[in-house]
């Protein structure tokens, strides 16, 4: 009797191990996005959680790859630099496919377009993007807006910094700083854009688009093999229509 439970125990706990052992093995693969949740409706905090189109578009990948998708919250400026060190898998935040980040990282297949806009206060003097010139234009950093708008309005006769761009660390700052009249205007994403107008008393958005441009997720160079799989697993997202779903979720047609 004492023999058999004995016996009995040892079976159990080699079941034991046995079952942490397979679970083990059966852990699943993490997929690491770093995104800046400063950027609704694409990527925001509710409560603990970071939400928004980004966010539901990377799970649906991670579902389909059966990974595990860990977000990291992170300034936009450390996103490309993470992803080259291989800190993160890839980078997710309605970020604009440009030339000169294809220097540093592959992208994705684009899954949606944005438009810069630029924001101002109602009744100000600006109306056109003619009237930006020598105001003072709140942008995020490290952003196409940012780019673009040093570009065309933050130079002086001889190319030197005129000191009318003012970087901000995101969106929301930007915006806080024209409630302020810190700036004069905020040259920014039309989604996010809408938002904190929406947000805000006193806020429009000038009519004149200023540039168009796609988001796409990026990649670390060196890998082209996950950078493959999302690719095929948010083109097939597309096509049957999954993409649109969660756009038309959190965004009013
Ligand atoms: N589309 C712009 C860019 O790529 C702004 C993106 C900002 N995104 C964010 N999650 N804060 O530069």
């Not at 040892?10 to 079941?15: D, F, I, P, Q, R």
């Not at 690491?32 to 939400?51: C, K, L, Q, R, S």
């Amino acid at each position: 009797m004492k023999k058999t439970f004995k016996i009995l125990a040892c079976v159990m706990t080699l079941a034991l191990v046995a079952l942490v052992f397979a679970s083990c093995g059966a852990k699943t693969e993490t997929l690491t996005m770093a995104t800046n949740a400063e950027f609704p409706p694409y990527e925001y905090h509710e409560g603990d959680a970071i939400v928004g189109i980004d966010a539901e578009i990377a799970q649906l990948i991670a579902d389909k790859l059966g990974m595990e998708l860990v977000i990291e919250d992170v300034d936009f400026n450390s996103i490309i630099p993470g992803v080259q060190a291989g800190k993160y898998d890839m980078g997710m935040a309605g970020m604009t496919v440009t030339d000169e980040r294809l220097e540093s990282v592959d992208f994705s297949t684009s899954y949606a377009t944005g438009v810069q806009v630029v924001i101002i206060k109602e009744g100000s003097e600006i109306q056109t993007l003619d009237d930006i010139a020598g105001k003072k234009i709140g942008v995020q950093i490290a952003t196409t807006g940012s780019i673009y708008a040093a570009d065309d309005y933050g130079k002086d006769d001889d190319g030197n910094d005129n000191g009318n761009v003012i970087e901000f660390e995101n969106g929301a700052v930007a915006v806080q700083a024209l409630l302020n009249g810190k700036v004069d205007c905020v040259i920014i994403d039309n989604e996010p854009a809408k938002k904190y107008v929406e947000a805000n008393e006193g806020l429009a958005i000038l009519e004149t688009e200023y540039v168009t441009e796609d988001y796409a997720i990026c990649f670390a160079k060196n890998n082209t093999e996950l950078k493959d799989k999302v690719d095929a697993a948010l083109k097939e997202l597309i096509a049957d229509g999954s993409v649109q779903k969660v756009v038309d979720k959190y965004i009013a047609a």
